[in-house]
């Protein structure tokens, strides 16, 4: 690789001058793209083809504006710093070029570039909403609202543009003579406005506005804005409470960023058709833990509300799956949403029953469907309905006037946040364990959703379903949709990542880590997501309270349900000291290391802190279990690893007696049966009475199989919810060794 004696690089963050910038393209092209694609994530062979493309274009746009800049001693755009791949602090996303340097008045100013080697005959028409375009007939994201997110984020949220109160700006170069008319048309006239685009043939207008805006380098502030890091509070709960209180129509609680954006002007695309049309919709987004699911979706609801909703109408409403999501929804609602009506627009999945309970059920429409046709009667069970007839049901109700407050297309729009957790007993392998508030015989709560309203858009992802009646998948929602003449829309958001410094690569080891084949890619995310194991719980409390003094107070202390709830359910935020603890564990010398589980009388007081409570005064007085925490986020997690899950020789066992979760009764039931007919039939040997431990990959016992997985999908959300660090106390000795060797860089 050939480096000339003058270049100047900070290779670690790909920080150039454009002079030099410059050199390197024309003088060794090949290891400037090498260089570039050695950023900690993987570059695509078809991203290095794009570079290959643009950078020596974008060197002759600044080399065109180094020579329309006069130059004044050393003062000149020559020594403005750029950044290639710029990685935006706390997110996935990456900056195709950043300039950073001083203005005309000596202040700091950053332009944004986004680069795209679109071909001339891509075929190109206008978006159908504003931030779309259809790009070789597919609707994707314009440019130029991707950009749009990239300098709004940077402005509301990167630390070195808060401190020296920069000026930060973007555009879009598109690296070849593309026609430009359609991504100029409305409905993106107004935002190619702001956020100007070009290409090849009106690079000397582009040279003019890096110029108009950037005169000379300033070394000192690029070194802070590559080390910038991303300055706001990221519990979305309080920054839901600041934009209600605030009522500002143009403000958002988060900005969204690339799929994100996407998925956001899709939705409110297809919410201006269904406005004007009148037909029903389903919208399914997935993503992966910390995508922005729920960032998205509050965005949404907000921006609906503000757009659509009429007053006291309810027709815009947000929808949890959980009494964790409901209590802190209606804290914050209630406390700060009366301008949209908000305690009107917040309801329960379990809400959406037409009215049948158990009672119900059992005194009037049990023998009104016997009398009808016997198959609506349980064989297994004489008082209880099959579920597979629910609709049957609903119809006799409606037309018996036995619903109350159910009607088709009661809400214009239903945003439904962590749909995996709606209950479906139609589903294959449902578990019917007791669940408050919901009759079984009545169905898919999604089936009811969706018939009651005219649009319904559903956060979701599967891996995050870990108890045994949460059963909607998919594919339920796509033929639930169907069965109701719904038309189905689907966005992803995979690729993105808001939590864990924004590593997708740490979210995949996680997700690998329970597997026969684990990842080894630490080098790529252990510099920015901090993980740390210890010897003792004592040691892992220790590092949060580290953070804690130093003024972050985002921290807490999260379990997997290896114990059970022995305090008393009633006990106060300040808890009885007498009280049986939860966790009880051995600690350093002898000691013992105690603390109680969240209280269940209030999941808001656990993620929010509220204030009066002890958790307010100590955020490391209770254990979070992944119930209460899914969907929310801390900077510092503690995460206590038991007896549930622990490897041997290269293989994961699992603890049956070991897992405390109440609504996996049904699963773990059935694999200690499995275990019990496999030891009358000697397949393996042992005692009746001596049932715990099994091996997670035998064929031969599928209940204890489905037991495994539900537990790796409760530590894949425990261990996905820090934003900056997490430390992990793993009290298997072995295990603790095979994890911190997966950690060697």
Same mark, same amino acid.
């Given at each position: 690789?050939?480096?000339?004696?003058?270049?100047?690089?900070?290779?670690?963050?790909?920080? &150039?001058?454009?002079?030099?910038?410059?050199?390197?393209?024309?003088?060794?092209?090949?290891?400037?793209?090498?260089?570039?694609?050695?950023?900690?994530?993987?570059?695509?062979?078809?991203?290095?083809?794009?570079?290959?493309?643009?950078?020596?274009?974008?060197? @002759?746009?600044?080399?065109?504006?180094?020579?329309?800049?006069?130059?004044?001693?050393?003062?000149?755009?020559?020594?403005?710093?750029?950044?290639?791949?710029?990685?935006?602090?706390?997110?996935?996303?990456?900056?195709?070029?950043?300039?950073?340097?001083?203005?005309?008045?000596?202040?700091?100013?950053?332009?944004?570039?986004?680069?795209?080697? &679109?071909?001339?005959?891509?075929?190109?028409?206008?978006?159908?909403?504003?931030?779309?375009?259809?790009?070789?007939?597919?609707?994707?994201?314009?440019?130029?609202?991707?950009?749009?997110?990239?300098?709004?984020?940077?402005?509301?949220?990167?630390?070195?543009?808060?401190?020296?109160?920069?000026?930060?700006?973007?555009?879009?170069?598109?690296?070849?003579?593309?026609?430009?008319?359609?991504?100029?048309?409305?409905?993106?006239?107004?935002? @190619?406005?702001?956020?100007?685009?070009? /290409?090849?043939?009106?690079?000397?207008?582009?040279?003019?506005?890096?110029?108009?805006?950037?005169?000379?380098? /300033?070394?000192?502030?690029?070194?802070?804005?590559?080390?910038?890091? &991303?300055?706001?509070?990221?519990?979305?709960?309080?920054?839901?409470?600041?934009?209600?209180?605030?009522? /500002?129509?143009?403000?958002?609680?988060?900005?969204?960023?690339?799929?994100?954006?996407?998925?956001?002007?899709?939705?409110?695309?297809?919410?201006?058709?269904?406005?004007?049309?009148?037909?029903?919709?389903?919208?399914?987004?997935?993503?992966?833990?910390?995508?922005?699911?729920?960032?998205?979706?509050?965005?949404?609801?907000?921006?609906?509300?503000?757009?659509?909703?009429?007053?006291?109408?309810?027709?815009?409403?947000?929808?949890?799956?959980?009494?964790?999501?409901?209590?802190?929804?209606?804290?914050?609602?209630?406390?700060?949403?009366?301008?949209?009506?908000?305690?009107?627009?917040?309801?329960?999945?379990?809400?959406?029953?037409?009215?049948?309970?158990?009672?119900?059920?059992?005194?009037?429409?049990?023998?009104?469907?016997?009398r009808i046709d016997p198959k609506y009667v349980s064989e297994k069970n004489e008082n209880s309905l099959k579920f597979e007839y629910f609709e049957d049901y609903v119809k006799y109700m409606i037309d018996h006037g036995m619903t109350k407050n159910y009607k088709d297309n009661l809400h214009f729009l239903s945003?439904?946040?962590?749909?995996?957790?709606?209950?479906?007993?139609?589903?294959?392998?449902?578990?019917?364990?007791?669940?408050?508030?919901?009759?079984?015989?009545?169905?898919?709560?999604?089936?009811?959703?969706?018939?009651?309203?005219?649009?319904?858009?559903?956060?979701?992802?599967?891996?995050?379903?870990?108890?045994?009646?949460?059963?909607?998948?998919?594919?339920?929602?796509?033929?639930?949709? @169907?069965?109701?003449?719904?038309?189905?829309?689907?966005?992803?958001?995979?690729?993105?990542?808001?939590?864990?410094?924004?590593?997708?690569?740490?979210?995949?080891?996680?997700?690998?880590?329970?597997?026969e084949n684990p990842l080894k890619n630490a080098r790529q995310w252990k510099d920015k997501f901090k993980i740390k194991l210890v010897d003792y719980p004592s040691e892992m409390e220790n590092e949060l309270k580290r953070h804690i003094e130093e003024g972050d107070s985002s921290c807490r202390i999260l379990s997997?349900?290896?114990?059970?709830?022995?305090?008393?359910?009633?006990?106060?935020?300040?808890?009885?000291?007498?009280?049986?603890?939860?966790?009880?564990?051995?600690?350093?010398?002898?000691?013992?290391?105690?603390?109680?589980?969240?209280?269940?009388?209030?999941?808001?007081?656990?993620?929010?802190?509220?204030?009066?409570?002890?958790?307010?005064?100590?955020?490391?007085?209770?254990?979070?279990?992944?119930?209460?925490?899914?969907?929310?986020?801390?900077?510092?997690?503690?995460?206590?690893?038991?007896?549930?899950?622990?490897?041997?020789?290269?293989?994961?066992?699992?603890?049956?007696?070991?897992?405390?979760?109440?609504?996996?009764?049904?699963?773990?039931?059935?694999?200690?049966?499995?275990?019990?007919?496999?030891?009358?039939?000697?397949?393996?040997?042992?005692?009746?009475?001596?049932?715990d431990v099994v091996p997670c990959n035998d064929d031969r016992f599928p209940a204890a199989q489905a037991l495994f997985a539900a537990n790796v999908q409760a530590y894949r959300i425990l261990m996905t919810r820090a934003i900056k660090s997490i430390t992990i106390y793993i009290k298997d000795k072995e295990t603790?060794?095979?994890?911190?060797?997966?950690?060697?860089?």
């Amino acid at each position: 690789m050939f480096f000339p004696t003058w270049l100047t690089i900070n290779t670690k963050n790909m920080l &150039y001058t454009v002079r030099d910038f410059c050199h390197y393209v024309e003088s060794d092209l090949n290891a400037l793209i090498e260089e570039v694609s050695g950023i900690d994530r993987n570059v695509s062979d078809e991203e290095k083809k794009a570079y290959r493309g643009s950078y020596p274009v974008v060197a @002759t746009m600044l080399a065109k504006a180094m020579n329309k800049q006069p130059s004044i001693g050393d003062a000149h755009l020559s020594t403005t710093d750029m950044l290639l791949e710029y990685k935006l602090p706390a997110a996935s996303s990456w900056c195709d070029v950043v300039l950073i340097g001083n203005n005309a008045m000596g202040g700091q100013e950053v332009i944004i570039l986004e680069l795209k080697n &679109y071909l001339k005959n891509s075929c190109d028409e206008p978006g159908e909403y504003e931030g779309l375009i259809k790009h070789k007939g597919e609707t994707i994201r314009h440019p130029s609202d991707q950009v749009k997110g990239y300098t709004e984020y940077c402005r509301r949220f990167h630390s070195a543009v808060h401190e020296h109160k920069a000026n930060v700006n973007g555009c879009v170069y598109f690296t070849q003579p593309l026609d430009m008319q359609p991504y100029l048309q409305y409905p993106n006239d107004i935002l @190619t406005s702001e956020y100007k685009i070009y /290409n090849t043939e009106t690079t000397e207008q582009l040279a003019d506005y890096v110029i108009q805006r950037i005169k000379t380098g /300033n070394e000192a502030f690029a070194a802070k804005f590559v080390n910038g890091y &991303y300055k706001q509070d990221r519990n979305i709960l309080r920054q839901v409470a600041k934009n209600l209180q605030s009522v /500002n129509e143009t403000a958002k609680p988060f900005v969204l960023l690339d799929q994100q954006r996407e998925g956001f002007n899709l939705v409110m695309g297809v919410l201006e058709k269904r406005i004007k049309d009148g037909k029903k919709e389903v919208i399914i987004v997935e993503g992966p833990p910390g995508s922005g699911k729920s960032a998205v979706a509050v965005n949404l609801w907000i921006e609906s509300v503000l757009k659509y909703s009429k007053k006291d109408s309810g027709n815009i409403v947000y929808v949890t799956t959980s009494s964790s999501q409901g209590d802190n929804w209606n804290s914050i609602f209630n406390a700060y949403g009366e301008a949209y009506h908000a305690s009107d627009l917040i309801l329960t999945a379990n809400s959406f029953n037409p009215g049948l309970n158990g009672s119900k059920m059992k005194e009037i429409l049990l023998p009104k469907m016997r009398r009808i046709d016997p198959k609506y009667v349980s064989e297994k069970n004489e008082n209880s309905l099959k579920f597979e007839y629910f609709e049957d049901y609903v119809k006799y109700m409606i037309d018996h006037g036995m619903t109350k407050n159910y009607k088709d297309n009661l809400h214009f729009l239903s945003v439904v946040d962590e749909a995996h957790a709606l209950i479906n007993p139609t589903a294959k392998g449902f578990c019917s364990n007791k669940t408050a508030g919901w009759c079984f015989q009545m169905g898919p709560q999604a089936y009811h959703i969706i018939r009651e309203s005219q649009v319904s858009v559903f956060f979701t992802d599967g891996k995050q379903s870990f108890r045994d009646n949460e059963t909607t998948s998919v594919d339920d929602l796509e033929q639930l949709a @169907t069965k109701l003449d719904a038309h189905v829309t689907k966005i992803s958001l995979a690729g993105m990542q808001f939590r864990c410094a924004g590593s997708t690569e740490y979210v995949q080891w996680v997700e690998q880590l329970f597997t026969e084949n684990p990842l080894k890619n630490a080098r790529q995310w252990k510099d920015k997501f901090k993980i740390k194991l210890v010897d003792y719980p004592s040691e892992m409390e220790n590092e949060l309270k580290r953070h804690i003094e130093e003024g972050d107070s985002s921290c807490r202390i999260l379990s997997s349900y290896t114990r059970k709830w022995v305090s008393p359910s009633d006990l106060t935020p300040s808890h009885d000291r007498d009280a049986a603890y939860d966790f009880d564990l051995e600690d350093k010398n002898g000691e013992r290391w105690q603390k109680h589980w969240n209280n269940p009388g209030g999941y808001d007081i656990f993620v929010q802190g509220r204030q009066g409570t002890r958790m307010e005064e100590d955020p490391l007085c209770e254990v979070g279990c992944p119930y209460v925490v899914r969907g929310f986020d801390y900077n510092h997690i503690g995460l206590l690893w038991l007896e549930d899950l622990f490897i041997r020789d290269g293989k994961w066992y699992l603890s049956i007696n070991h897992m405390e979760e109440t609504a996996n009764g049904s699963t773990r039931s059935r694999a200690k049966e499995e275990q019990k007919a496999a030891i009358r039939k000697k397949i393996i040997s042992g005692k009746m009475s001596e049932i715990d431990v099994v091996p997670c990959n035998d064929d031969r016992f599928p209940a204890a199989q489905a037991l495994f997985a539900a537990n790796v999908q409760a530590y894949r959300i425990l261990m996905t919810r820090a934003i900056k660090s997490i430390t992990i106390y793993i009290k298997d000795k072995e295990t603790r060794e095979y994890v911190a060797k997966l950690l060697e860089v």
